[in-house]
């Protein structure tokens, strides 16, 4: 079996792994830049279990798991660390919701703590807490080195005889009798028997080549980085009044980021200044301290939002045979990967869908079988 | 310490007394604070963030490799803050002892070291890291400066005052166009104002070209000059530039943009080549022309061009002996060299000696080792533009041999859409092209906005710019020109880079200064890791992503890279940079927005 991905994203770097380490067929991973060039090294880098859905929870928990231990085989250290993330609640629904959501976080193993304004002035003397009513503090939660753990995943999948196509955008996708057969890619035709899409925002364009429509659609997203101070922020915080969120890296920089509108689609991956001002703003409000940090760069990325904020993976019966996608994170995707890679993997040579698998399929759009998402972050 | 009395020429300025610790120090007000510490005989002004190796300036820019020094009562770069009276400066140079210990361990790999994927092993770590990690305390910064936000419209924006510059901005203005120009020093006139030997093919003495150029500007009604302005990028929406001294952000709406913010010298690569007393060629030229204040005693200077001769020249006025080094043999360059003093061609490696500063200097050359005295380090090699403003614009980048990294332009000097270039920033050498592109760009840029009498001037100037770059032997522009109307880019070879000066990849010559990246670690990734594309050696080591933002260290890296791979330099690529091209506080942005 010839099993071709198109994408050298995280995404695509865990499922060809995963794929080899079953040890059947022979893997192409095609990129069309280098490994990396995507959202994956423009991300935050961060990983939680808490969302509003359990599904999600539930996927990212054991998907942080698998990356752990995985950990150990790389010959590239991911830093994982548990920084845990800190919500800054400023509305009483949003503690509400908190409190129903901790029921199910808790069920999971994985409840968090609420903090009052005292406890968090307290622990984090530097947040100016005036106005906040409560917070929540996931412990759980944490940080990784996001191109360290792409490197680790594409020696892992380089040793284990993965032929990576690097600098090779594929075109299209070759249908016959209603089963792929080929791919064009840059340099030419290769056969294939199962096509993997996991191209990112970019995934939609090969979709659309041959007639599959999914409700995603990519968002410019922008981050703001500075140069790197004595260390003091561990958690990352999320400001759920203004949208702005704030971390610090091992190296010190401070990193963060608003949700800020744009129009949607595959637009320049540039910055704005009016979205420095917006974040800067946002977040000197929240710490003071921050003025005096010096912006050093800014970037983009896409978040790959679906309708339901939650990722795709599998494929539609109705589809050509031998197409799979995994894309559509919605700003989540990094943390996702580990376990989408291992899962669809098994997916795909045993024909078995798994159990946690199961509410993440493509179907679920025309089942109106929506998982119930609201817990973006950016 | 060394004698305080060394000043080659007068100091500029009002004497001011600034405080370093407790210690009453003489400064000038017209010079930085780090160039005051140098003269008083602190060379050491920082540490660096991983090993803590000590730091002095290499340029006095302000993406330069030093840290955020304490400067009143924030944290700032000594380069780009001027005396004031009574300032206080502190300086914290002491190493942990836990780094001294561990510092051989760390070097750019550190981070992939099996031991430390042990779970409990890492996360000791990392606390250490973030508490060792040389960094200033933000926390300990309590009082914040009010910023300006301004907005200024114009049709055309300067970018860079040097002769380039300064001659587009006249030739602009005078079509009767709103100009604006901006230049991140005190003064107008870029190279021209510490470069104090004659422009070869301009009859006209330097002093007088200066005096005419700013004096005929200095009339034009409509043109503005912002100086002790950086510019900062292109952000999507505005570019932008700021003023640290005036405290003012500014958001710049123009019509079009010229870029001629001159070249940089590249450092050289060679062991201990972070040691406080190396500078780069024009930065020893305006310490000891512009400051008053001489580098040492007898100075290595590295390279045998049009610049580092110009260097090593007026040195040897000033009564500082020099030596010139290259490993290029040195027949090959048409000048005197024995009259400026030793010099010594095929040089292979370089090796600083000090602990805290350049003490003496090693060199291998034709099979042989000499060990010279020399105090301080002139790196003057390799002039390049500054990769990153055009890099931020997303243009398009190209290697030439011989040459470098250059961006792609046509004859009309336009790079892309309203976007113009002209002089060293464009990687033409000889300041008489410069001249010429400042014309056509300005020309160009007006014909643009609609100026009709432009055109047929832009004609006749590209003529006769075409016919001068014939003249001065400067073939490869008209390549340029052909990339530009998109003639494929062919094969180039891979040749040692002109800035390195190492046997082997060693671990104490210094690629990045900003993250301590050493050529060893370079050549790891290269060899061990398979990364051969800056993009992902940038990913896996941290270069570039320091400070500097790649100012200092792409270029080296890219060739380096190249070197060690045999890849063509244009295939390892540069990597992309990002607004804002130099750091900006976030107090300057809360000021306003555009509302
Ligand atoms: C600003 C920002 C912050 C984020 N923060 C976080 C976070 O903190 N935590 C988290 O978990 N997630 C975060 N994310 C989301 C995360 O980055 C993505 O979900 C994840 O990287 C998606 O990985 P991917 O492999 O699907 O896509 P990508 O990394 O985008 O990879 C897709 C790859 O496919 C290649 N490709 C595209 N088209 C073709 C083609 N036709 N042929 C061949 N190759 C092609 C592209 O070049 C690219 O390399 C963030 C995203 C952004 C933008």
Known sequence: ?378 | MDDPSHHAQSRKGDRVNIFLDDLNLEGYSLEPVAVALYSNGFKVIGRSKKLYRPRGFYSLEPEDRLLLTRIGDEYLNPCEVYCRDGQKIELSLSTPFLVKFFSPFLNGYFQHRRLLRNRFLWRLAVDKIRQFANHPDIRTVKTVKAVKTIQLESDVVIIGGGLAGLTAAYTVSQLGLRTLLIDKSLQLGGRLRYDYLDVPGISMPREQLLENIISRISLLKNLSILTKTVFAGFFEDYPIAYSQEERSLYILKAKAYIIATGQIDIPCVFRNNDLPGIFSGSTVLEMVNMYGVKPGERGLVIGFNQNSLRVAEQLKQLGINVALVDYSEPEKIQYSLSSIGECFGNVEEIEALGKTCVKNVKIVHDGRRDELKADFIVCSAFPSPDVRILNQLNSKMVFIDGVGFVPVHDEYMRLKDNIFIAGGASGTPYSILHMKEGEISALSAAYMLGVKEAESATDEKIREYKEKLREMNVGWKSVVFEFSRGKPIGDHVSNRPPTLFIEKPRKDAFICFCEDITAEDVSRTVYEKGYVLLELVKRSLGVCTGRCQGRLCMVNTALYVSYLSKLDPNRVGLSRARAPTTPIPLYAFIGGGDE
């Open chain 1, 1 to 378: 079996m010839k099993i071709a991905v198109v994408g050298g994203g995280i995404s695509g770097l865990s499922i060809a792994w995963n794929l080899a380490i079953r040890n059947e067929g022979e893997i192409h991973l095609f990129e069309k830049n280098w490994i990396t060039y995507g959202s994956s090294t423009r991300s935050g880098a961060r990983f939680r279990v808490h969302f509003w859905a359990e599904e999600n929870s539930r996927f990212a928990l054991e998907s942080i798991r698998r990356l752990e231990k995985l950990a150990r085989r790389m010959d590239w250290n991911p830093i994982i660390h548990r920084g845990g993330y800190l919500w800054l609640l400023l509305h009483e629904q949003h503690i509400d919701r908190f409190r129903e959501a901790n029921k199910m976080w808790s069920k999971l193993g994985v409840q968090g703590v609420f903090l009052d304004p005292g406890m968090v002035k307290e622990r984090y003397p530097y947040i100016n807490a005036d106005d906040v009513l409560e917070a929540f503090f996931g412990p759980q939660d944490g940080s990784l080195h996001h191109d360290y753990v792409c490197f680790g995943y594409y020696s892992l999948a380089k040793k284990l005889g993965v032929i990576f196509h690097e600098l090779t955008p594929v075109h299209n996708i070759i249908i016959e009798n209603k089963k792929v057969k080929q791919l064009k890619t840059a340099k030419g035709l290769v056969d294939v028997d199962v096509i993997v899409l996991s191209a990112g925002a970019w995934t939609n364009e090969l979709l659309e080549n041959i007639g599959i429509r999914l409700p995603t659609e990519p968002v410019r997203k922008e981050m703001c980085l500075t140069e790197p101070y004595h260390y003091f922020i561990d958690p990352l915080i999320i400001d759920t009044g203004s949208g702005a969120f704030v971390g610090q890296t091992l190296k010190g920089e401070i990193l963060g980021s608003l949700d800020y509108p744009t129009t949607p689609g595959l637009i320049q991956l540039e910055t704005k200044f009016d979205f420095v001002v917006r974040w800067a703003r946002a977040i000197t409000k929240r710490i003071p301290v921050l003025k005096n940090a010096r912006i050093m760069r800014t970037w983009a990325g896409y978040y790959m939002m679906s309708s339901d904020c939650s990722h795709i993976m599998g494929r539609d019966p109705e589809w050509p045979e031998g197409l799979y996608v995994a894309y559509g994170y919605s700003g989540h995707g990094f943390m996702m990967a580990p376990l989408v890679g291992e899962l669809l993997a098994e997916n795909i040579l045993t024909g078995k869908i798994p159990e946690l698998m199961k509410p993440f399929l493509p179907t679920r759009f025309k089942e109106n079988k929506l998982i119930q998402e609201k817990m973006v972050i950016g």
